[in-house]
């Protein structure tokens, strides 16, 4: 790790005379290098001696020759900012180890060895986070993707897999519970205020599924029974105080057990489960086996501190890792080029299991909605990557959307095309084959070819290359028939010029202008580059309806004229279509709009278009609420950004903000009617409720930005009335755009009241940092000089600066300062915690598609950071593939 540069003997890297050297490129590693390691390590025998400032760790390994890896005179187990204390092999201290760039090798002449090594850390020292770290007084670990080597020298690759036994001592007083994988095997106390406990795991994982946890916790403790019959202790671990907000957790890990077994035929394999939730954490949560571990994001939540969209996530992130003790766990991957086979797989079926669990529709719009926010943008940039990547410097940058999203959305294709069933059966298959196996994606999709009976072959293309597939649409109508021409083209990414044509799967349905109906849907795989398709059978041109449930993750470029689009969001029978049809109204009028390209005629007939399918969606009364707010949500900035070539993000921000404000002032009656129709619907946790809390906010983003005054009583009154977050935080999150004494009155009371719950200051930064206020950027630097501020956790971070780049008229400010604000962030950051710095360069790496003199300040502060001293092998890597 090139953030730990050789220290002058005082220790202060700062103090050396030598000037700083500039970073060096890290190796770059290729998915086509991969070769097996040259030994096995069938056992692991770990010893841990705990504390805050130095934990010892001894740690025993069984060593194997690998008959299929080439010879080896010596064994490489990679270390990361750690030394060893003692070598032995076969029971004999040896003086013959060497170090090479922070691995140990050990010489060893036989077949079969016994190696021990002592190390000791300082956990207290750990901000990367990575490894063993302390957070609040209590000891946890992230092992996944190469953490463990902070620990102890190991062959730290997913494909050695070794059963663990563990044993782990400390002070009673300080760490009252002992966790680790597996079982609890004995447990005991000595005279001098220590315990220990052993924990052993029977199933052969990697390191990168090993965890630990030592600290004063709480639980809520539960039991599940399997199909087959044997009962299962599941614990959430919190801290005391904690305890009342964690039932929602273990609902949705009790209905995430039995889903899978009734929609995967995967049953749970240990004694216990346990889950603890931490609140120093990079990410959302890690699948370590019998022991996940949560960002306390993804766990705590009671109804007057956490929103509804808080609930559903933590249901997600619960099934999700809980779906990966099979997905991930059970049959885990060969390399980390394959993390998709484990992400995307994951993925999908915590989406199938939320939209089995709520409203399947509204789930798929979620989804479909955060991939073109997020996965899009990232695969039409600098970024741009397979999901199965050919090379990386820094694993840790290719936890990515792509990896896990549109992983997902290319296995759902699969399924898609073969229909849910003989998707099980492929499913079967492949955990069968592969069980206690490191796999491939070209595993899992040969198993999904035999066990579903398709042919894979072509489709395997979606693993190689990168990039959003554009689908040109044209239909033409003449005498009785209709035919539908399709065009593909998969565009240019980095370092893959040419592409070739992806097979897309399409649902599609063709309606009768007259009736409002259709004569069923239909399956199309567009295989070519071109295709035609003809439809008799229709005497007037029919409207068309493609892209139905967004059977494929791709882009559909069509004129569809606006009458059309209105009919769809009027009368469509598959609600995804009916969403989109909304979008394509908007998103073709706010592109036109913002690039200048919209005569005042088109403008005037696209806003009439525009407001009366609002109007309608505003009124109709066969929408549940739920659907009705995803209708109502305007295209995101990114998502409209997206589809010009070059834009200038003010002016998108103000069309937007525009045609908010027209709909705001023009449907004020609807809206506040709508308002007050959602207010007089009784507080629960049901879904008519939920969807009330959905739209009522929306009522008031509209009635902000189109009458600022009316709207300002409603939100302050929703603010003082609310019985829960979601009603709270919607009426703050409003009035923090509006200039106004009610705006510091709120922003006051909400941390008054909330102070001492972190997830909820979270929230306060968050709403303060993405507002719609134009003094953004000096609410950001205050609050980054607020007490309440550390740049040390995560949370907080992502809460004031990921926040404040989703806010267009501070990040993209004409002036540069949002940049300049972005990156003094990754500068500090990246010493501290490089993991989390580096996410903050993706922003910045938007220049290639941003307007002239924006993309020149915004290179410019990537070359800045470019240019410092140290930098992590994870910034160096973003910001050097940002600047292209
Ligand atoms: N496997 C986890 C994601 C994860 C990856 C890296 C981490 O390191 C900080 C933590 C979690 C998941 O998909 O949930
Ligand atoms: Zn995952």
């Known amino acids: 790790d090139i953030a730990r540069t050789p220290s002058t003997p005082d220790g202060n890297p700062e103090m050396a005379d030598a000037p700083p050297e500039p970073t060096k490129a890290p190796q770059l590693i290729q998915r086509e290098d991969y070769a097996p390691f040259a030994w096995l390590v069938p056992e692991v025998a770990l010893r841990f001696d705990l504390g805050i400032e130095r934990t010892r760790v001894h740690s025993a390994l069984t060593v194997q020759r690998n008959a299929r890896a080439n010879t080896a005179e010596f064994i490489r187990l990679e270390g990361d900012g750690i030394t060893p204390l003692e070598v032995t092999v076969d029971g004999e201290a040896i003086n013959s180890w060497s170090m090479d760039d922070g691995d140990l090798m050990v010489p060893l002449s036989g077949d079969t060895h016994q190696i021990e090594i002592v190390t000791e850390i300082d956990p207290s020292a750990n901000t990367q986070l990575m490894g063993l770290f302390a957070s609040n007084g209590m000891l946890c670990t992230q092992c996944e993707a190469e953490g463990f080597r902070r620990i102890t020298f190991f062959p730290d690759r997913p494909d050695v897999l070794s059963v663990y036994s563990v044993r782990m001592s400390g002070s009673k007083d300080q760490f009252p519970i002992l966790l680790c994988n597996g079982n609890l095997k004995a447990s005991g106390e000595r005279p001098d205020g220590t315990h220990w406990a052993e924990w052993h795991d029977p199933w052969p994982k990697p390191s990168y599924l090993f965890a630990l946890v030592a600290g004063d916790l709480v639980a809520n403790r539960d039991t599940f029974t399997t199909s087959s019959g044997r009962e299962v202790e599941l614990a959430i671990w919190v801290r005391d105080g904690d305890l009342e907000r964690t039932d929602h957790a273990m609902d949705s890990l009790k209905r995430a057990m039995k889903w899978d077994e009734e929609t995967f035929g995967r049953e749970y394999d240990l004694d216990t489960f346990n889950v603890v939730a931490v609140s120093d954490f990079n990410m959302g949560a890690m699948e370590n086996k019998g022991l996940n571990i949560f960002n306390t994001k993804y766990v705590l939540a009671d109804r007057a501190t956490a929103t509804d969209g808080d609930y559903d996530a933590i249901e997600g992130v619960m099934a999700h890792e809980y779906f990966h003790n099979w997905s991930g766990n059970r049959v885990t991957c060969r390399d980390w080029f394959q993390l998709s086979l484990k992400e995307g797989f994951t993925v999908l079926r915590d989406q199938l299991f939320s939209q089995d669990m709520g409203s399947e529709s509204v789930k798929r719009i979620e989804d479909v909605r955060v991939l073109r926010a997020v996965q899009f943008p990232e695969d039409s940039g600098p970024l741009a990557h397979p999901i199965r990547p050919d090379s990386y410097r820094e694993i840790s940058n290719f936890y990515t959307s792509t990896v896990y999203n549109k992983g997902a959305e290319v296995i759902r294709m699969m399924r898609t095309m073969c229909g849910p069933e003989r998707f099980r059966s492929g499913c079967d298959l492949y955990f069968d084959r592969h069980d206690g196996q490191a796999a491939t994606c070209e595993d899992f999709i040969t198993a999904i070819e035999d066990g579903a009976g398709l042919d894979l072959r072509q489709f395997r293309l979606w693993y190689r290359q990168a990039g959003t597939p554009k689908v040109k649409v044209r239909l033409e109508h003449d005498g009785d028939t209709a035919t539908l021409h399709l065009s593909q083209d998969v565009p240019p990414t980095p370092g893959q010029p040419e592409k070739l044509p992806v097979p897309i799967p399409l649902r599609l349905a063709l309606f009768d202008r007259e009736s409002g109906e259709h004569e ?104 549940d609420d739920l659907m009705r707010g995803e209708l109502l949500i305007l295209p995101g900035h990114s998502y409209i950004s997206e589809q010009l070539a070059v834009a200038d993000p003010l002016a998108i921000h103000q069309e937007r903000e525009g045609l908010k404000a027209l709909l705001g002032s023009r449907l004020q009656t609807e809206f506040a009617a709508m308002h007050a129709r959602a207010s007089a619907i009784s507080d629960g946790s049901d879904a008519v409720a939920r969807g009330a809390r959905k739209v ?16 300002k009583e409603i939100a302050a009154a929703q603010y003082d009335t609310a019985t829960n977050m979601t009603d709270r935080l919607g009426a703050l999150m409003v009035l923090a755009g509006l200039r106004s004494p009610e705006r510091t009155d709120k922003i006051l009371d909400f941390y008054t009241r909330f102070r001492d719950n972190p997830l909820v200051i979270d929230k306060w930064f968050a709403i303060q940092a993405q507002s719609l206020h134009p003094d953004v950027i000096e609410h950001v630097k205050a609050l980054a000089k607020h007490p309440d501020f550390n740049i040390r956790n995560p949370n907080r971070v992502r809460s ?64 800045r950071i470019s240019k410092a001293p140290k930098l992590s092998r994870d910034t160096f890597e973003q910001v050097t593939r940002s600047l292209g």
Request: hydrophobic fraction near 50%; avoid cysteine; aromatic fraction near 8%.
């Open 520 to 623: 069923g849907e239909q399956l199309v795989i567009l295989e070519h580059a071109q295709a035609s398709l003809t439809f008799s059978g229709f005497a007037a041109p029919p409207v068309l309806s493609i892209n139905r449930g967004f059977s494929a993750p791709v882009a559909i470029e069509r004129d569809t004229p606006v009458e059309d689009l209105v009919f769809l969001a009027a009368n469509d029978d598959d609600p995804f279509a009916r969403y989109e049809a909304m979008q394509d109204l908007v998103v073709a009028y706010l592109r036109d709009a913002a690039s200048g390209a919209l005569a005042s005629e088109r403008r005037a007939a696209g806003q009439q278009a525009i407001l009366s399918a609002f109007a309608s969606a505003v009124t109709d009364e066969a929408l």
């Open 696 to 711: 009522k906010t929306q009522a008031l983003v509209y009635l902000a930005a189109g009458v600022p005054e009316r709207a």
């Open 800 to 863: 004031l600066f990921m926040a404040f780049t989703g806010a267009p008229q501070g990040f993209h400010a004409a002036s540069g300062e949002g940049y300049r604000l972005i990156a003094d962030l990754i500068l500090e950051l990246d010493p501290i915690n490089p993991q989390t710095a580096a996410r903050f360069v993706a922003p910045l790496g938007r220049w290639r598609r941003t307007e002239r003199d924006r993309a020149t300040l915004m290179r410019a502060e990537l070359e």
